[in-house]
């Protein structure tokens, strides 16, 4: 039934939407309205949600003001007590529904390629009652795979596949009974569809075998003249045609005046006109494309048939041929209703699709051919001017919503390509960049060059032209340059249709227009790298958000792309040219940064000489400029790759004496010093160093400036991109390295030698850091041997101290690291007496004796023997007690294992199990390390027991009972503390079994009394050493071991209250300090502890311990809060009446501060709770007021403007749609609200019905609202 014309009376502003809802539907349900009792009856379901489903069916079948109020009345029919409600729609429109009812949609299933088969197969052996059941499923077989292919994906979701296979099956009936019974081509047929099916033709063919169909049975009855027979009946198709197109133009458009724009008014008499449409509806039935509804109306049999018609009626007004032309689009107002809404708006989608295809004709033709390349002989059609002139104008005056970016946002090609021509063709140049940039500015910044580059090249070509004219002005070439630097093709080739050839046209025409307007781009570079260098110096965050800053990192991506690509390699020159000319050297070096340097890797040596020798060829080889590639960008080649910028300057080297020609007269700056460390040459280099250092000494003034001006390049870069000394590191020449440091050394005092090596341009520190920030570790390690060699280990000390290695305080992470490490121990300690001396000083520097775990057993075993085992262990346990790193068992195992003799091992146990009076803590390392909490996992284990065996094998048994048992048996008593029984196990697995007895029986007797004694001390309270798991076992060993005197004594020591950082604290409520969602999945936990204390402590202890304040609150509130109402009542009533009353009262006085304390700051609890203990959130409906209801509802159902949609808030809808499971839970959740609240509150919960007063609601796996797609 359309109940559209009374959805336009609903009125969703009346106060009681939920009354309103009712008389709706009684007003509208065929055979209700006309009976009371009917009435009554429907209105007392719909009030008690007795047996009443609604299905609101085709949702997308009404106009976008009728759609608001259909979801207005939605709203308002929720508010009764349906069973369910179910809405239909096409995938178009589903988005709006889920967005406006907080719904998420179901789409049926749709036909696979067997049920098509089936389909096809079932109804023509029934149409054509043949027996050849294998021929037609063959046929069937082979038209639905050719479909497939045919009809892309958007179109059969558009129609629907079930419609698709009626309409196939219908539209080639004929041509299969050909098939089976004459003997006819099935491939003519296949080949037919795949050259002209799509959504357009399969449509046509449609209606023209509908036509045919009628025009037979027609010429049946009919027994008159042919000639008087065709006119007759060709008279009344065209009658029928004209009605169909007019019942289509009303299905669709809804306003009347625009439905009298495009079909105009009739001058005739209403009974004329209903004469004739009695006629024509009469025919149109059996036409086979409407049916009657139950109000006696016609309307088509499916929607699609209507936006066919209504798309045919409009292609018409758009034909080239004047004889088929339709004339709409001479008039102005046409042409607006069809540029400002048909074309432009989505609710027309369905018309916009047929017209789309229905282009194809026109931009195929050879009149439109000639029209687009300005034919001489062809004069542009004065309609398609005026068309062209109205989108132009909804395009400025609306760029928001105009066919132009309707046709991209929705990908229509025909549409696009044929609105562009005509745009191309008609429109003045700067009035399409005017359209262009309104576009642009009203949508995402790459709408519309996003679309270019996944769907139409010559769309872009196009684009680019409308630029690179003579009438465009430096502004417009400006803004595009910009668009094009932030937008670059290669970020979406991975999701372009785009064939390679089309994506390389892209490419070269993109740079091309560069070139062409190098300087505009010039401008935009200088942009970029200021940008770049405010966001470095200033706000280092900023490159990842300032738009020009990060420019820079779009051109990297095609920088990389050409070179590692062979497909495109071709356009590495211009791009290389292109940005040198337009980049400053230090732009251009991020470039190639971030194109080539990833975290993990070095560029591959192939591509840094690709680019290099293209950015060479790029560059005057007449000397125009000062130097071949900028000194930022050799010296990054150089980082990354010496060998390759050998390559480079073995261009250009010179022959001239180095003493004969400085570097600053050279046009690159280059030198045969250079070249000579390039290519390693050792004793040239040797014999001109030694001669330097005796010109530095000689009386010939001359001589003496020359040699200074050397010992200059070596430590200052000047105009050179980078010193001499930096090139040999970097070639990883150590030898050269060690003549070079060897001449700067004699031929400087001492003092100017220290002052240059410390100097601000730090020459030596320069090499050393980007050795170490670019992982070279060849370069590195030279550099360490060489300072060794020629300056002595206490420079070394000092640099390796600095090294990316030694700063790790916690955890090498690759093999690589570990191996360095090891290259740097051995560089201190090769052919040198005191190199253990200061390895062991870079051990202990800054409190890095993780070194330990990664070092050889060789070098921690000569770091021992350099100082002496006793000296040695105190120093390493003394830095322990500061840093305590997570991995110390791996330390300790390491040392153990290097230890030779009993004297050695003895050493040790002693160290680690004795007090030192220079601690703070009055424990041993030993008993220190015990009681950190994170060193009993199971994860320490493993070493743990290593340990163990080491010292047993070596010392026997009686060594380890010393570590068991140290600092009084407080070692034993902390595993107790914390319920590490794995690890008590794995200590007592190294001893007979008459000792661990012996041991077990020594915590028995002490155990409880010594965790109590434990439990008194400040540690407890500590959060990082103590957390809830430990306090927990704590409590529970106490519980099961304890004497009564002992449970009253842990029921004094846990709530007696401390000052501590200026709050007021005790044991028992800091157990419950992280109260919250970290605690909501330790119910059964939590309940199992309490249970301890109900069974194990006697009365007045409970009464104490519960009546404590734990926080904002007594403890029973927070038995009611984490265990439930149900378990707290249980423990009440092992108490008397008054003391019930009195925990009554404690009850009702606490419950709001913790409701406040908990929910409120964190609106994701709610979440948490369905997934763990519902008691929480029971306890908050239990105890909250009205008001901490209302606020609550309020805060988790907020809603947020994201992309002008309205979304709820994102923990509500997580907690609603994340599994089955969560159901029941909500539905709890919303009963308690409803008898708290009213049913109001529930409705802003979305998803969920309201439960019925006084009714439990009925379990149920989901929620029982759907939209489906059809």
């Not at 591959?604 to 005057?620: I, Y």
């Not at 570590?963 to 595993?975: G, P």
Request: charged share 25%; aromatic share 10%.
């Amino acid at each position: 039934v359309d109940h559209i014309g009374a959805l336009r009376q609903f009125n969703p502003d009346e106060v009681d939407q939920q009354v309103e809802a009712i008389k709706f539907f009684i007003a509208n349900i065929p055979n209700v309205r006309e009976s009371p009792f009917a009435q009554s009856l429907l209105r007392h379901k719909l009030q008690t949600g007795d047996g009443i489903v609604v299905m609101l069916d085709g949702f997308d079948e009404i106009d976008i003001q009728c759609q608001d109020k259909c979801i207005s009345l939605i709203k308002a029919i929720r508010l009764t007590n349906l069973n369910a409600l179910y809405i239909t729609t096409r995938p178009h429109l589903n988005g709006k529904l889920q967005d406006s009812l907080f719904q998420l949609a179901y789409t049926l299933r749709d036909f696979n390629q067997e049920d098509q088969i089936n389909y096809l197969s079932g109804y023509w052996k029934k149409q054509l009652k043949v027996n050849a059941d294998a021929e037609v499923r063959s046929i069937a077989t082979s038209i639905v795979d050719r479909l497939s292919k045919s009809l892309k994906g958007n179109e059969r979701s558009f129609i629907g596949i079930p419609l698709q296979c009626h309409i196939v099956a219908d539209c080639f009936e004929s041509q299969v009974y050909d098939i089976i019974q004459n003997g006819c081509d099935l491939e003519a047929l296949l080949k037919d569809l795949d050259s002209n099916l799509n959504l357009d033709t399969l449509y046509e063919r449609l209606f023209k075998k509908k036509r045919e169909i009628y025009r037979q049975e027609k010429a049946k009855v009919q027994q008159v003249n042919n000639h008087i027979l065709h006119n007759s009946l060709e008279d009344h198709m065209e009658c029928l045609e004209i009605y169909l197109r007019d019942l289509a133009v009303k299905t669709i458009v809804s306003d009347q005046t625009h439905i009298d724009c495009l079909l105009g008014k009739s001058n005739e008499s209403a009974a004329t006109i209903e004469q004739q449409h009695k006629k024509r509806e009469e025919g149109s039935v059996c036409f086979g494309l409407l049916t009657l509804n139950r109000k006696g109306e016609f309307q088509f049999l499916h929607r699609t048939y209507a936006e066919y018609l209504m798309a045919n009626y409009l292609y018409g007004g758009f034909r080239l041929d004047d004889k088929l032309r339709n004339k709409l689009l001479d008039k102005k107002p046409v042409r607006q209703l069809i540029s400002f809404q048909f074309l432009a708006d989505e609710e027309y989608g369905g018309v916009q699709l047929f017209f789309d295809f229905m282009l194809i004709e026109i931009l195929k033709g050879e009149k439109w051919r000639d029209t687009i390349n300005r034919n001489e002989n062809y004069e542009i059609p004065v309609h398609l001017k005026n068309f062209t002139n109205d989108c132009y104008d909804s395009s400025v005056q609306k760029p928001w919503r105009n066919c132009f970016s309707l046709a991209v946002r929705k990908e229509y090609m025909n549409i696009f390509t044929f609105l562009t021509c005509c745009m191309d063709v008609i429109l003045e140049k700067s009035k399409v960049r005017k359209m262009v940039h309104a576009i642009c500015k009203e949508n995402r910044e790459d709408f519309l060059l996003g679309f270019y580059y996944r769907r139409n090249c010559a769309g872009f070509l196009q684009f680019v032209d409308w630029y690179d004219d003579a009438t465009a002005e430096k502004t417009d070439i400006l803004y595009i340059t910009k668009q094009f630097c932030n937008h670059l093709p290669h970020h979406t080739l991975q999701n372009t249709r785009l064939n390679q050839q089309e994506q390389k046209n892209i490419f070269r025409r993109l740079l091309d227009f560069m070139t062409k307007y190098e300087d505009t781009l010039k401008d935009v570079m200088e942009e970029v790298a200021r940008a770049r260098l405010y966001s470095v110096i200033q706000v280092p965050a900023m490159i990842a958000n300032h738009p020009l800053a990060a420019m820079a990192d779009h051109w990297q991506g095609m920088l990389k792309l050409f070179v590692r690509d062979d497909n495109f390699t071709f356009l590495l020159r211009p791009l290389l040219k292109l940005l040198s000319r337009t980049c400053d050297g230090q732009l251009l070096s991020d470039i190639l940064r971030l194109a080539f340097e990833t975290k993990d890797t070095m560029p591959q040596q192939s591509d840094m000489e690709t680019v290099s020798n293209v950015l060479l060829d790029c560059c005057p080889s007449d000397g125009s400029t000062n130097q071949p590639l900028a000194p930022e960008v050799s010296r990054f080649i150089l980082q990354m790759s010496p060998s390759v910028l050998h390559k480079v300057y073995s261009r250009y080297e010179s022959a001239a004496n180095m003493l004969d020609q400085q570097p600053e007269t050279d046009p690159y700056n280059l030198t045969q010093l250079h070249l000579n460390i390039f290519r390693g040459d050792e004793k040239a280099i040797e014999s001109l160093l030694a001669m330097v250092n005796r010109n530095l000494t000689s009386s010939d003034p001359k001589k003496k400036e020359e040699a200074e001006k050397l010992i200059g390049c070596l430590t200052k870069r000047g105009e050179a991109p980078f010193t001499l000394i930096y090139l040999a590191a970097a070639c990883n020449h150590e030898p050269i390295l060690c003549n070079m440091l060897n001449c700067l050394k004699n031929g400087l005092s001492r003092n100017a030698f220290h002052a240059a090596l410390n100097h601000s341009g730090k020459f030596l520190d320069n090499a050393y850091d980007d050795a170490m920030k670019y992982k070279k570790n060849e370069m590195y390690l030279s550099i360490l041997k060489a300072v060794k060699k020629i300056i002595g280990n206490e420079y070394l000390l000092d640099l390796a101290k600095k090294s990316f290695i030694i700063q790790k305080k916690f955890y090498f992470i690759t093999v690589t690291e570990i191996q360095l490490l090891n290259h740097v121990a051995n560089i201190f300690v090769e052919d040198d007496p005191q190199g253990y001396e200061h390895l062991n000083e870079l051990i202990f520097y800054d409190n890095n004796i993780t070194l330990i775990m990664y070092l050889d057993q060789s070098f921690i075993r000569g770091s021992i023997s350099a100082i002496g085992i006793d000296k040695w262990i105190n120093r390493l346990f003394d830095l322990i007690v500061g840093t305590f790193p997570l991995s110390i068992y791996d330390m300790l195992y390491n040392i153990v294992n290097v230890l030779n003799t009993n004297e050695e091992f003895s050493c040790f146990v002693k160290s680690i199990t004795s007090t030192n009076d220079k601690r703070t803590s009055p424990s041993s390392i030993w008993a220190e390390i015990i009681s950190r909490s994170n060193y009993g996992t199971n994860e320490c284990l493993p070493k743990l027991k290593q340990i163990f065996d080491c010292i047993s094998k070596q010392l026997g048994e009686r060594a380890v009972e010393e570590l068991i048992l140290s600092d009084d048996r407080k070692v034993i008593a902390w595993v107790a503390f914390y319920g590490h029984t794995s690890m008590f196990n794995t200590m007592l697995a190294s001893l007979s079994s008459v000792n661990q007895e012996a041991v077990k029986k020594q915590l028995e007797d002490n155990g409880p009394q010594m965790v109590l004694e434990i439990l008194s001390t400040k540690l407890a309270l500590s959060k990082y050493t103590y957390n809830y798991s430990n306090k927990i076992k704590t409590l529970k060993y106490c519980l099961e071991n304890g004497t009564g005197e002992q449970l009253s004594q842990l029921v004094d020591t846990i709530t007696v209250v401390h000052e501590i950082g200026g709050k007021t604290i005790s044991r028992w409520s800091n157990l419950f300090s992280e109260i919250g969602e970290n605690r909501l999945n330790c119910e059964s936990e939590f309940q199992e502890l309490t249970e301890l204390f109900l069974n194990k402590l006697d009365t007045n202890d409970l009464r104490k311990l519960l009546l404590h304040n734990v926080g904002e609150g007594t403890f029973i509130v927070y038995v009611a809060f984490l265990g439930g109402e149900e378990f707290a009542w249980s423990i009440l009533d092992r108490f008397s009446l008054m003391t019930r009353e009195e925990f009554n009262n404690h009850l009702a006085a606490d419950s709001h501060v913790i409701i406040q304390r908990v929910f409120f700051p964190n609106r994701a609890l709610i979440s948490k709770m369905l997934d763990y203990n519902m008691n929480p959130l029971n306890f908050f409906l239990a105890y909250a007021c009205t008001d901490h209801l209302s606020e609550f509802i309020a805060l988790i159902t907020v809603t947020d403007r994201e992309q002008n949609t309205l979304r709820k808030n994102r923990e509500w809808r997580i907690a609603c749609l994340r599994d089955k499971t969560s159901a029941d839970k909500i539905d709890d959740f919303l009963q308690r609200v409803y008898k708290k609240l009213g049913r109001n509150p529930v409705y802003r919960c979305p998803v969920h019905r309201s439960p019925r007063l006084g009714q439990r609601p009925r379990r149920r796996s989901s929620s029982n609202e759907r939209i489906f797609l059809y």
